[in-house]
């Protein structure tokens, strides 16, 4: 395992007058759940040519950089809960959003399959990650719930067992028979086809786990908490982190090029760091105010970065 931790806890997301705030910061412990699914980066399954990415806010905007297109956000519309996760369409010409209620949004030619938007919860939606044909996708929330819609099919989780720390991410294997499940302590779960190759439960941790993406022959992983430490397992190969100088705002998800030579990770501010064989195509720093309705009393952060 190659690793770089922070000196520092990274400082908490602010700004976010809502409930959907804790479920950032990880405030909320998870509470037992069992999921009720209905058939089942950061890194996405990419089966196109794509020399660029996606930024999601926490008010739905989108932000494209390089050769990826904007297809549509919910900016300027009313949101119930804050977007916290975003995927793309194997094809590239598309991509979904969806939000801590479980509510779930379509752009360019993602098909909407079904959501938890309006239905109880016991916890907050935290991530979303599709089946390798993108006629499907699964959502997964804090206590380890996970919700499977249009092909994707259901291999197990972690609703009503009892966690240290709330999950984070949901990363499906390369071809789609599994998934993993990381929570913030850097423990990981491997549900279907998906492998365990190691983690951080149990260790010393300046900052929560807050990403985590897949190599692409599914034999490895990397974890990426608050700080910009990046810690590998498997056959994933360490690029670089920021862990001995971490970003002003806090890492959010972190994406894996196609060649799985390298990575890349957003901060909150909309800043973008790119390691191994990743291109820096651009960021957004500083986002605008929002115009999401009153959610935010602040700039909304940037909650997710989706590319190759």
Do not use: C
Request: proline share 7%; net charge negative; glycine share 16%.
């Amino acid at each position: 395992m190659d690793s770089r931790r922070i000196r520092r806890r990274s400082p908490l997301l602010t700004g976010m007058a809502m409930s959907g705030l804790a479920v950032m910061m990880f405030l909320v412990p998870p509470t037992s759940a069992t999921a009720a699914p209905t058939i089942s980066s950061a890194f996405e399954p990419v089966s196109t040519s794509l020399n660029g990415y996606w930024l999601a806010a926490a008010d739905g905007s989108v932000y494209n950089f390089g050769s990826a297109a904007n297809f549509g956000s919910m900016a300027g519309k009313p949101l119930a809960q804050p977007v916290l996760d975003m995927a793309a369409t194997p094809t590239n010409h598309g991509y979904w959003l969806v939000a801590s209620d479980g509510g779930v949004f379509t752009f360019g030619d993602a098909r909407f399959y079904g959501s938890m938007g309006g239905k109880p919860l016991r916890d907050s939606m935290i991530s979303i990650t599709t089946t390798l044909d993108g006629q499907g996708y699964w959502l997964a929330s804090h206590d380890g719930g996970v919700f499977a819609y249009g092909d994707a099919a259901f291999y197990g989780s972690l609703g009503g067992t009892p966690l240290n720390k709330p999950v984070t991410d949901i990363v499906a294997t390369p071809d789609g028979g599994g998934y993993w499940l990381v929570a913030a302590d850097g423990g990981v779960f491997a549900f279907g086809d998906a492998k365990f190759y190691g983690s951080l439960a149990g260790g010393r941790l300046y900052a929560d786990i807050n990403g985590m993406a897949t190599t692409p022959d599914g034999r490895g992983y990397w974890l990426v908490d608050a700080g910009g430490g990046v810690f590998s397992f498997g056959d994933a190969q360490f690029y670089g982190s920021t862990g001995n100088a971490p970003p002003a705002t806090p890492v959010f998800h972190m994406a894996a090029t196609a060649s799985g030579s390298g990575y890349r990770f957003v901060t909150t501010d909309g800043s973008v760091f790119d390691f191994g064989d990743a291109t820096f195509y651009g960021s957004h720093p500083s986002p605008p105010p929002s115009r999401a309705g009153g959610l935010f009393t602040s700039a909304p952060p940037i909650v997710s970065i989706v590319g190759s």
